[in-house]
């Protein structure tokens, strides 16, 4: 009855939605789907589709499927696999995460909806400028600096700020159907498009498969499809006029004279930001309302407030309700990824990012034993995949301080290669690998940062919030200044007819020289004394920050620990050499090369 009712609404049709699908959108699609995925209940995965025949037959269906508003019925068949997570008891069904396996070319027409779907909500400019889920160009570090922007500038002047973070229950199985198709009808999508979208959730079946069994097929008829290229979207637009209640109390965060921030939204990811308590309650009190009507509930274990403040104000005591039900403080929480405490100090961030990356050594350690070893250059494009993202995960913020701490992550990558021990010289093992440092590495995400805020449009929300900031006094936007103008870069800022990416080339480039003249200048001066004994056979050959041809040559484990013995036991070969024996029997193992 109620999708009757929507279905008498007279809407504009729009054209670009509705165009005929080519073979040209179908084939972008295949290119678009990852490989080595699993493929769903019909084991069709990527590779299969990656010839022009395939793409042939699957034009021909997806096609008929838009024009007719009709998809086989396999396409909506899935497949769960369910993950334990961390921490979890594995008795406990809730304590899983099921991974969806649709089916490959249900998803590839799903991206073909998908790509039409974005692009006209950003030509329209539907979405709320607070959501940054799964939309171009913008990303979780952008809410994140957002976020951590406001706390500090408020900070700074002494202002308490008044967080809730949100969190949906379940947000993606919980969307009503009719209630999603009502919502995509008003901002003016129908005809083909909005039929192609809804045959996509005719007779939506499920199963699970455990311990290699899979159960019998069930039906779902709420929710987005977990796994779908346009789940993320359709939930977007179906939280997209949350945003505009909230606005309308018009009780955040000033930015400017004409901009308040209530509100940031990443998917379901929610977090309400206000300047005292009574309008961080009002807050609670429309999104409880808006819940009601739209039916979605919150997880209350993972939905807490955090009184962001200086270390000398007392948290406050106010009772935060949402309906009936009392909302908890919290004196850290992880927000996108990324860990926030009640005072904005990034001891507990840096900490927990070295244990995050220090798991991820561990398995890369892991699989390099079980090798045998690893090329050189396996080991560091397994590093910079595996750990590396884990141990930068926000550092274009937290990353203008220096942490030592996160060093030792990387240099014990560098012994776990070289076959190094423990008393071995961070300067001597960071030259064997010709790698710069963490703090280097740090400084080229917050740059990249800068030049990336720094382009965007004046009326995004994000570049407000930067603008504000360039008042304040050590704020993030001074503190990048600072070193903005340092290391000779100013040039760069305003620099109309260069691209971001060649921005950062270049401030790669001169920050890697930096660090390498860094560490010639250190190795010289080891323990405060110029050219002292620990590292004088290390210097004789290595003068410069690159890998040694000994590392990018050896193979074997066991003649890769005979190298690393000889090049990082210096006093135990002084005892019982010359510095001329010393050099011949480099010479002799190859660890000397003729241009070190």
């Not at 209350?300 to 005591?317: D, G, M, Q, V």
């Not at 190094?420 to 010709?434: H, Q």
């Not at 008042?471 to 103008?485: A, D, E």
Request: proline fraction near 2%.
């Amino acid at each position: 009855m109620f999708l009757s009712f929507i279905s008498s609404l007279t809407i504009d049709i729009t054209e670009i939605l509705n165009n005929d699908i080519s073979y040209d959108d179908v084939e972008k699609a295949v290119c678009r789907a990852k490989l080595h995925k699993a493929g769903g209940l019909d084991q069709i995965c990527a590779e299969f589709l990656r010839n022009n025949s395939c793409e042939n037959i699957l034009f021909k269906i997806i096609k008929y499927a838009f024009d007719n508003g009709d998809v086989p019925a396999t396409w909506n068949n899935i497949l769960i696999n369910p993950i334990l997570k961390p921490d979890k008891d594995y008795r406990d069904p809730l304590g899983y995460r099921g991974i969806a396996l649709m089916s490959m070319p249900c998803n590839i027409y799903a991206d073909i909806l998908n790509t039409r779907l974005s692009s006209w909500l950003e030509e329209k400019n539907i979405l709320a400028d607070e959501q940054n889920g799964f939309r171009k160009d913008r990303g979780c570090i952008e809410h994140l600096y957002s976020v951590t922007s406001i706390i500090t500038n408020r900070k700074i002047e002494r202002l308490s700020t008044f967080t809730c973070f949100i969190d949906a229950k379940k947000a993606f199985d919980s969307a009503n159907r009719e209630m999603m198709w009502f919502k995509l009808m008003s901002i003016g999508i129908n005809g083909k498009f909005l039929k192609g979208l809804q045959s996509l959730y005719v007779d939506v079946r499920y199963a699970v498969k455990v311990n290699g069994h899979m159960t019998d097929m069930f039906g779902v008829n709420m929710g987005v499809k977990q796994g779908c290229k346009i789940s993320p979207s359709l939930f977007s637009v179906y939280v997209n006029d949350l945003v505009d209640e909230i606005n309308n109390l018009n009780l955040g965060i000033p930015i400017n004279e004409s901009c308040i921030l209530s509100v940031l939204l990443y998917a379901d990811d929610i977090v309400l930001l206000a300047p005292d308590e009574e309008s961080l309650q009002m807050m609670l009190n429309v999104v409880n309302n808006w819940c009601s009507k739209w039916r979605l509930s919150l997880n209350f274990e993972k939905t807490k407030i955090i009184h962001f403040r200086c270390p000398a104000a007392p948290r406050s005591n106010f009772n935060f309700l949402f309906g009936d039900t009392t909302i908890d403080y919290c004196s850290k929480y992880r927000y996108l990824g990324l860990w926030l405490d009640e005072h904005l100090n990034w001891k507990y961030t840096v900490r927990e990012i070295r244990k995050s990356a220090s798991r991820a050594l561990s398995a890369l350690y892991t699989k390099f034993i079980s090798c045998g070893g690893m090329d050189y250059d396996i080991f560091t494009k397994l590093y910079e995949s595996l750990v590396q993202p884990v141990l930068l995960y926000g550092a274009s913020i937290w990353g203008i301080s220096e942490h030592k701490q996160l060093e030792t992550v990387q240099n014990k990558a560098c012994r776990y290669y070289l076959g190094a021990f423990k008393i071995s010289s961070n300067l001597a093992i960071r030259g064997g690998m010709g790698w710069s440092t963490v703090k280097t590495k740090q400084n080229i995400e917050v740059l990249r940062l800068y030049f990336k805020v720094t382009n965007l449009d004046g009326n995004m929300l994000v570049k407000k919030i930067h603008e504000s900031s360039k008042s304040k006094q050590r704020s993030w936007n001074s503190r990048v200044l600072k070193f903005i103008k340092k290391n000779d870069f100013s040039s760069l800022i305003n620099a109309q007819n260069m691209t971001i990416r060649q921005k950062v080339n270049i401030v790669k480039d001169k920050l890697n020289t930096v660090d390498a003249e860094n560490w010639l200048r250190d190795m010289h001066n080891d323990r405060n004394c110029e050219n002292g004994n620990k590292l004088r056979t290390f210097r004789q050959y290595k003068s410069y920050l690159q890998p040694s041809s000994y590392v990018k040559s050896v193979k074997f484990r066991d003649y890769l620990n005979c190298k690393a013995w000889l090049l990082f036991q210096q006093k135990k070969v002084a005892t019982i050499t010359s510095t001329n024996l010393t050099t011949q029997l480099a010479q002799l193992l190859e660890i000397l090369p003729s241009n070190p």
